[in-house]
């Protein structure tokens, strides 16, 4: 035991925790545990499952890290949870690990900031420096792309998608796929408009946001199929190479959705 562990922790033989990673009053962590370094688990968490934890992390108090996925198709079986660096989670955040129905492992990317009563259930895929205010709800199977903004008190249901660079309104009920780029909000969530002022922070181009608005009319706007709104992109891209790029991500994303996007 060294002076960063709270002689009130229990810290299962099996474990593997760095020197320098620090562990509060009354916790608990399990033998299939690995905790990288600098890494602070505050008082009264629980760590435990097959779980491989980053560095420079923040488990405030009371976090659940790694339990079970509440699934009733589990069996016990040794499924993983995988969380990378610099990650913030916050009060009561619950976890779980993955499933053998999936890719047997739930991810947390890096950078992420995860506020209080998150919970991210079996098999979600949550990218990295996302945003998920309190009280976000995730069923399992969800896929968070990088740079996403979810708001308080929202509710994804399970195999949805939350593309990259995406804002979701607090208390939304997301039961579509909601595209990269694309603000959303509402019950059932609706399309809004693209994110412009995240954009602008994160350094795209005025060409790039401008194609990204001219896009999104194309989708939600112009009364064309999908179909016929990804061959107009495509066909932009073709003819202005600086902006393809920036339009890449949201045709693949809607092109292979298959739960469908929001639609106004």
């Known amino acids: 035991m060294t002076a960063l562990i709270h002689p009130t922790a229990l810290i299962d033989s099996n474990a593997q925790l760095h020197p320098s990673v620090s562990v509060g009053a009354y916790s608990i962590v399990g033998p299939h545990v690995t905790i990288g370094a600098d890494t602070i688990v505050g008082p009264h968490c629980v760590i435990d499952g097959h779980t491989l934890i980053g560095q420079g992390n923040h488990f405030y108090r009371f976090c659940s890290v790694g339990g079970m996925p509440q699934d009733k198709k589990y069996a016990g079986e040794p499924t993983r949870l995988e969380i990378g660096d610099r990650n913030m989670v916050r009060e009561y955040v619950t976890i779980n690990t993955g499933t053998v129905q999936d890719v047997g492992v739930t991810r947390l990317g890096s950078d992420n900031w995860v506020m209080a009563y998150v919970h991210v259930a079996h098999d979600c895929q949550v990218g990295s420096h996302t945003i998920l205010a309190n009280g976000v709800q995730m069923g399992g199977h969800v896929y968070i792309g990088d740079w996403a903004i979810v708001g308080g008190l929202a509710a994804v249901h399970q195999f949805g998608k939350i ?29 809004v408009g693209i994110n412009v002022e995240g954009l602008k922070r994160r350094g795209f181009s005025a060409e790039s946001i401008s194609a990204l608005r001219d896009a999104y009319k194309l989708i939600y706007r112009r009364g064309l199929s999908l179909s016929e709104a990804c061959i107009e ?31 106004p």
Do not use: W
């Open 163 to 191: 593309g990259a660079h995406s804002m979701t309104g607090g208390q939304s009920a997301l039961h579509m796929d909601i595209p990269p780029y694309v603000m959303g909000s509402g019950n059932p969530c609706v399309p």
């Open 233 to 263: 992109i495509r066909t932009r891209q073709q003819k202005e190479p600086e902006v393809a790029a920036a339009l890449q991500p949201l045709l693949d994303f809607v092109e292979s959705s298959a739960r469908g996007i929001i639609r």
